[in-house]
């Protein structure tokens, strides 16, 4: 089951890494077993607490308040993290990357 959450994790994180990139928007998304953390920072090394001073915190809540909007629950504050259980699947996965697609490509430039 840990293997389950894991492998469905990294499709989130690699999911989420691809789409950003695809709009040109800086992200780096650190991997830990089963959860998962978006930063809206360029990707980097992620050595200390300090490093994530480079996240942008208005980003990133305007995020995950919007996925919220859209049906996909993520803590509204910046940096939280995100875990999948051994109660979602695949096309929970799927749908959370469907979102963030449509929820990246509106994201307000001047942030």
Same mark, same amino acid.
């Given at each position: 089951?840990?293997?389950?959450? &894991?492998?469905?994790?990294?499709?989130?994180?690699?999911?989420?890494?691809?789409?950003?990139? !695809?709009? *040109? /928007?800086? =992200?780096?998304?650190?991997?830990?077993?089963?959860?998962?953390?978006?930063?809206?920072?360029?990707?980097?090394?992620?050595?200390?607490?300090?490093?994530? &001073?480079?996240?942008?915190?208005?980003?990133?809540?305007?995020?995950?308040?919007?996925?919220? !909007?859209? *049906? /996909?629950? =993520?803590?509204?504050?910046?940096?939280?993290?995100?875990?999948?259980?051994?109660?979602?699947?695949?096309?929970?996965?799927?749908?959370?990357?469907?979102?963030?697609?449509?929820?990246?490509?509106?994201?307000?430039?001047?942030?």
């Amino acid at each position: 089951m840990h293997q389950h959450c &894991f492998d469905l994790a990294k499709v989130a994180a690699d999911g989420l890494t691809s789409i950003a990139a !695809e709009f *040109g /928007i800086p =992200m780096h998304v650190a991997l830990f077993g089963s959860v998962f953390v978006p930063y809206f920072m360029a990707p980097g090394p992620i050595e200390s607490y300090t490093d994530l &001073f480079r996240n942008n915190n208005e980003r990133d809540v305007w995020f995950r308040k919007t996925m919220c !909007e859209h *049906g /996909i629950f =993520m803590i509204p504050t910046a940096m939280k993290r995100n875990h999948v259980s051994a109660a979602h699947t695949r096309a929970d996965i799927d749908r959370t990357l469907d979102v963030a697609r449509d929820v990246l490509k509106t994201m307000p430039a001047g942030m």
